[in-house]
């Protein structure tokens, strides 16, 4: 697969990781390079070819959101070329990780994220997720719409997501 990343003006994205994945879970992965291409080299078959935003060093909400997925099918010595064009966000929604009681909750190191409500989002249609800081706080880049968000909490910790919360921006 010979691909290239790009926003919507068309310039090419650096150092965004980007995979293959089969119907039997089979994945393939890679890197970005300085113009936005990559190459992955997978068996024939079905793929879906994806790519993750990567968070800024700094802990600051990235300017990209997340696409859904380019599915091709290859044959056997064949290559196809696959371009994803990457949706920059629009809004900033500031927020605090807080219990059912209103307490605010501190020294958690987690994230959170924004999907969407449309049907055609799929099952899950993720489309940012942001870093909170130990004081409970986060700014995540959202687009123009409708989202559910919530936190991606691990077992280890002693918390668990009620409800994602539904916002509109």
């Known amino acids: ?4 990343l790009v926003d919507e003006d068309g310039n090419g994205l650096p150092n965004f990781f980007v995979y293959a994945v089969n119907g039997n879970r089979s994945m393939v992965s890679g890197q970005t390079n300085a113009a936005g291409n990559f190459k992955l080299s997978v068996m024939p078959g079905n793929w879906s070819v994806a790519y993750d935003v990567p968070m ?3 802990g600051s909400p ?3 959101m997340a696409g859904d997925p380019e599915e091709v099918y290859l044959e056997s010595n064949q290559t196809v070329a696959v371009s994803l ?3 920059k966000a629009t809004r900033l929604l500031k927020g605090t990780l807080v219990t059912p009681d209103g307490k605010l909750v501190t020294g958690l190191k987690t994230w ?3 999907r969407s409500t449309a049907e055609e989002s799929g099952e899950y249609g993720f ?3 942001a870093y909170v800081d130990g004081l409970g706080r986060f700014d995540i880049q959202l687009p123009d719409g409708e989202f559910l968000v ?7 910790v002693d918390y668990t997501m009620r409800d994602e919360t539904r916002v509109g921006i």
């Open 1 to 4: 697969i010979d691909g290239n």
């Open 56 to 58: 800024p060093l700094n």
């Open 62 to 64: 990235s300017p990209y």
């Open 85 to 87: 064009v990457v949706s």
């Open 112 to 114: 959170v994220y924004g």
């Open 127 to 129: 489309v940012a997720e």
């Open 150 to 156: 919530g936190a991606w909490l691990s077992d280890s």
